[in-house]
């Protein structure tokens, strides 16, 4: 089996991004949700804003979630399905 280390580099930033507890928390949310704005991640978390935009910069950053605006407020949600497959074996109980 060949080495496919491009890839694995790639899994590895995705697995930092993650590893951060209130990151977790985001993306967990948001995949239950379906997706949210920040006004409702900052009450739901009880953290403030600007923490919260930190995150989800680097959660940007790394194609882990996509924003789209609607009116004033921009609807985050989880797009990168390898992030969605590792939420889920961390959390579904089978």
Known sequence: ???NRKQ?????ELLKAL???DRLCIVRNLIILGGTTVSYMQNCMNQPQSTLSQHIAKLRTL???TGTRQGKEIYYEVTNE?????????????
Do not use: F, G, R
């Open 1 to 3: 089996m060949k080495i």
């Open 63 to 65: 194609k882990v979630i």
């Open 8 to 12: 694995n580099e790639e899994y590895a």
């Open 82 to 94: 390898t992030a969605k497959k590792i939420i889920s074996a961390l959390y579904d109980k089978k």
């Open 19 to 21: 590893a951060h507890p």
